[in-house]
């Protein structure tokens, strides 16, 4: 499965974006799918992600800002991003995690630039 990231932007602080992971194949039965970030000078760190069975988690950087989701039909994940700061400054990437008893397999999409202007 290839993935693809798209929405991000320049916004002002305070504002909203919403980023866009299209997969070019079925997510049903992915297990995990993510949002990763990286700005300059740091390392990628996890952002959020949401279970085949909807259970979502998000770093305490962006808890009760950011909601994650994943509309299964559209072979698509979301990452709702309100309340933008400056320090939300990345790129963001998008994340699937597949693990079964006989195969287990990452992808990753290209990212997308996040700018947050003070």
């Known amino acids: 499965v290839q993935l693809q990231a798209s929405g991000g932007g320049l916004v002002q602080a305070g504002g909203s974006l919403r980023l866009s992971c299209a997969a070019s194949?079925?997510?049903?039965?992915?297990?995990?799918l993510g949002w990763y970030r990286q700005a300059p000078g740091k390392q990628r760190e996890l952002v959020a992600t949401?279970?085949?069975?909807?259970?979502?988690d998000y770093a305490e950087s962006v808890k009760g800002r950011y909601t994650v989701s994943r509309d299964n039909a559209k072979n698509t994940m979301y990452l709702q991003m309100n309340s933008l700061k400056p320090e939300d400054t990345a790129v963001y990437y998008c994340?699937?995690?597949?693990?079964?008893?006989?195969?287990?397999?990452?992808?990753w999409g290209q990212g997308t630039q996040v700018t947050v202007s003070s």
């Open positions: 194949g079925s997510i049903f039965r992915i297990n995990v």
């Open positions: 994340n699937a995690d597949y693990f079964s008893p006989e195969v287990a397999w990452k992808s």
């Open positions: 949401i279970t085949s069975g909807g259970s979502t």
